[in-house]
Every structure is written in structure tokens, then in C-alpha cells.
């Protein structure tokens, strides 16, 4: 069994930066890959971005356009933990995140929920103006 748990959500003002991480436990971490997706009060869960597992030979990191150059997706492996950092934050971003992982995908970049097996509980991220 995978287990995930999210940290790092919070208030900040428009503009700001936050760091939210994802510690996963209970299988070789580097064999997944791991994803953050964010769901908006009323709003479906949408894909942020996805970090692919380690000694891929496919591109390492994809974004959703509403984040790209905002965000960046990383991982340490020896913590067993995905890091997003996220930068210039707008109300907008105002959502609660979750961190996904998913030990096989067909196709790369793997961006529908329906792909992932394993879901953290969420953090919130508010973002005021």
C-alpha cells in the first residue's frame, strides 16, 4: 500500500511563493510517478503538474499551461518526497492540492485523475488579492 501526505499549504498574498511537499511511503518510491493536482470549490480536479519516475528516458517534468513557468516539480528520492514550488501565485491558485502517484502509465505525460492509484488527503492554498 502507497501512502501519500501533503504539507506546505497556506495563506499568502497574490504575488507570493509557497513550497508544498509530498512524502510517499510503502513501495520504492522512484519506481512512481507523481503528480499534484488542485480542485477549486465547485470546480473538477485539474492537473497541475507530474514529475515522471527516475532513469526515464522521456522528458522528466510537464506542466499544466496555467502553471508553467510559475511552478517547478522536482524530487529526492533518498526522502521519498515530491517538492512543488510555487512562485508569482494569483488568486486564481486559490484551491486545495493533492499529490497523486501511479506506479505504470501508457502514455507520457500522464495528466487525468483516472490515471492515478494513489492520493493524498490535500492541502489548502489560498491566495489572496
Known amino acids: 500500500q502507497v501512502q501519500l501526505v501533503e504539507s506546505g499549504g497556506g495563506l499568502v498574498q497574490a504575488e507570493g511563493s509557497l513550497t508544498l511537499s509530498c512524502t510517499v511511503s510503502?513501495?520504492?518510491?522512484?519506481?512512481?510517478?507523481v503528480a499534484w493536482f488542485r480542485q477549486a470549490p465547485g470546480k473538477e480536479r485539474e492537473f497541475v503538474a507530474v514529475?515522471?519516475?527516475?532513469?526515464?528516458?522521456?522528458?522528466?517534468?510537464y506542466y499544466a499551461d496555467s502553471v508553467k513557468g510559475r511552478c517547478t516539480i522536482s524530487r529526492d528520492n533518498a526522502k521519498s518526497t515530491v517538492v512543488l514550488q510555487m512562485n508569482r501565485l494569483k488568486p486564481m491558485d486559490t484551491a486545495v492540492y493533492y499529490c497523486?502517484?501511479?506506479?505504470?502509465?501508457?502514455?507520457?505525460?500522464?495528466?487525468?485523475?483516472?490515471?492515478?492509484?494513489?492520493w493524498g488527503q490535500g492541502t489548502q492554498v489560498t491566495v489572496s488579492s
Open positions: 514529475i515522471n519516475r527516475s532513469g526515464s528516458t522521456t522528458s522528466t517534468t
Open positions: 510503502g513501495r520504492t518510491f522512484s519506481n512512481y510517478f
Open positions: 497523486a502517484a501511479v506506479w505504470y502509465s501508457v502514455r507520457w505525460p500522464p495528466t487525468s485523475v483516472q490515471t492515478y492509484d494513489y
